[in-house]
């Protein structure tokens, strides 16, 4: 599970990785704080018009919402559950199956996630410490994930929203030690750098060949205390 992260809107360092870029607003893609379900967040996804540029950049809310979702409190409801996704069944599941057959494919931007390790938890009044994972390296990286765009029928407002593909990690080194004894451990599916172009290309069948962990080596591990979120806007248009 991954419910809380650090965006990464560095257009440069995408650029270099797909080549050409289209870029909103740079106003709409100020340095952001930690982002929650709800919020919104950079993400890069596959162009389908004309022009240059395979890939854009976009903000839509974290916490997926189906295009079938039928009013505003279905969206809501279904959107607290759909911030990561089952890469096992991704494809078959309703919230995501389409978004899945349709290569909706994105790539989410972070300079690191956190999670709960549960390792000091006796000595901490049984309750779990947020650690921060990010790259060895030091580098900003991406998580593979789906996006869907919704129309509220009673306002015609239309937001685009994704979620995070995750992938077993109960052997993992590093993701095996966080979340609660007895839970089976998961991690968000880190691209590799010098993949984002065939992510986003890769057919639905080829998007199951991506679903794996990342190497425990390309990933460090820290205690980092809970900061308080910053109001960031949410309900953007995905377009």
Same mark, same amino acid.
């Given at each position: 599970?991954? #419910?809380?992260?650090?965006?990464?809107?560095?257009?440069?360092?995408?650029?270099?990785?797909?080549?050409?870029?289209?870029?909103?607003?740079?106003?709409?893609?100020?340095?952001?704080?930690?982002?929650?379900?709800?919020? +919104?967040?950079?993400?890069? %996804?596959?162009? =389908?018009? +004309?022009?240059?540029?395979?890939?854009?950049?976009?903000?839509?809310?974290?916490? %997926?919402?189906?295009?079938?979702?039928? @009013?505003?409190?279905?969206?809501?409801?279904?959107?607290?559950? =759909?911030?990561?996704?089952?890469?096992?069944?991704?494809?078959?599941?309703?919230?995501?199956?389409?978004?899945?057959?349709?290569?909706?494919?994105?790539?989410?931007?972070?300079?690191?996630?956190?999670?709960?390790?549960?390792?000091?938890?006796?000595?901490? &009044?049984?309750?779990? #410490?947020?650690?921060?994972?990010?790259?060895?390296?030091?580098?900003?990286f991406a998580v593979a994930g789906l996006w869907d765009r919704w129309t509220d029928p009673a =306002?015609?407002?239309?937001?685009?929203?994704? =979620? %995070?593909? #995750?992938?077993?990690? @109960? @052997?993992? &080194?590093?993701?095996?030690?966080?979340?609660?004894?007895?839970?089976?451990?998961?991690?968000?599916?880190?691209?590799?750098?010098?993949?984002?172009?065939?992510?986003?290309?890769?057919?639905?069948?080829?998007?199951?060949?991506?679903?794996?962990?990342?190497?425990?080596?390309?990933?460090?591990?820290?205690?980092?205390?809970?900061?308080?979120?910053?109001?960031? &806007?949410?309900?953007?248009? %995905?377009?």
């Open positions: 599970m991954c #419910t809380n992260y650090v965006p990464s809107a560095k257009a440069a360092y995408l650029e270099a990785r797909l080549g050409a870029l289209v870029v909103p607003d740079t106003a709409a893609l100020s340095p952001l704080a930690e982002v929650f379900p709800g919020y +919104s967040a950079p993400v890069v %996804l596959r162009r =389908t018009g +004309s022009g240059e540029g395979l890939a854009a950049l976009r903000l839509a809310q974290f916490g %997926l919402v189906p295009h079938w979702c039928r @009013d505003a409190a279905q969206a809501r409801d279904i959107s607290r559950k =759909t911030y990561n996704a089952r890469s096992e069944t991704a494809a078959s599941k309703p919230s995501y199956r389409s978004a899945w057959a349709a290569r909706q494919w994105v790539l989410v931007p972070m300079q690191c996630f956190f999670e709960p390790c549960w390792e000091d938890a006796a000595a901490n &009044a049984g309750r779990p #410490t947020r650690w921060r994972i990010a790259r060895a390296d030091g580098q900003p =306002t015609d407002h239309v937001l685009g929203s994704f =979620t %995070l593909l #995750t992938v077993n990690a @109960d @052997d993992h &080194a590093v993701m095996g030690r966080m979340h609660r004894p007895g839970e089976e451990k998961r991690m968000p599916v880190v691209v590799p750098p010098t993949r984002y172009a065939d992510w986003l290309q890769a057919s639905p069948q080829q998007g199951l060949e991506w679903m794996r962990a990342a190497p425990a080596a390309e990933l460090v591990a820290e205690a980092a205390p809970l900061g308080k979120p910053s109001a960031l &806007a949410a309900n953007l248009p %995905l377009f």
